[in-house]
């Protein structure tokens, strides 16, 4: 009876963590405190460096938060709630991380697509999963921002230090397994905004476009 249980909580939790996640925080926020509709605005993307671009830094900063939320919260529900034998301390909230991840990247309010590219959700989702990768993690946007002042090209780097670093830290397989398939996934999302940085196009954050 208990493992049925433990069974039918992970599987509740896993698409509540989807259905969370896949709620377009950068949408609702501009279309209730602007007139802004963000999938026909700047870059199209619904994450919050496009609310940044056409909304400004208030909504910018308050979608930020959320989408870090949203990820943060179903993964610390995995941690506190689910049992705690071996298995699911080791896979289990790694999982729900990947539903609330997957759920930003191919929202079911869309019809699976006009996703975000999960980097704020994900680094939510690996503050609480392995909080000083997070932070290392985190150093490297910051760094990459300050120097090229490229968005796209800190989340790329940040990505593809996660797996690496997650690994070292926690000498956790599953945890490398699942931090380089998110990694993966949002360097795909980010492929347009390869294409413009090897052509010099991407624009900077701050100060004059290219």
């Not at 990820?71 to 529900?77: E, K, R, S, T």
């Not at 506190?80 to 309010?109: D, E, R, W």
């Amino acid at each position: 009876m208990g493992s049925i249980m433990d069974i039918l909580i992970f599987v509740s939790l896993a698409l509540v963590a989807y259905m969370l996640g896949a709620i377009p925080f950068g949408v609702v926020i501009t279309r209730l405190l602007s007139d802004i509709d963000l999938r026909t605005q700047g870059s199209g993307n619904i994450g919050a460096t496009n609310v940044l671009r056409c909304a400004g830094i208030r909504l910018g900063l308050l979608t930020l938060v959320l989408d870090i939320s949203k990820g943060a919260l179903p993964v610390y529900l995995a941690i506190a709630f689910l049992p705690t034998n071996q298995l699911h301390i080791a896979v289990y909230p790694f999982i729900v991380a990947l539903c609330v991840f997957l759920g930003h990247l191919f929202p079911i309010y869309f019809g699976l697509r006009n996703g975000g590219k999960g980097v704020a959700t994900a680094w939510g989702c690996f503050l609480v999963l392995s909080p000083l990768s997070g932070l290392l993690v985190l150093l490297v946007f910051a760094l990459v921002v300050l120097v090229f002042k490229r968005v796209s090209l800190a989340s790329l780097t940040a990505a593809l230090a996660l797996p690496p670093t997650v690994g070292f830290i926690d000498a956790s397989l599953p945890g490398a397994l699942f931090s380089a398939l998110i990694a993966l996934l949002i360097v795909h999302r980010h492929r347009q905004n390869i294409v413009r940085l090897i052509q010099g196009k991407e624009p900077p954050i701050w100060g004059p476009k290219p």
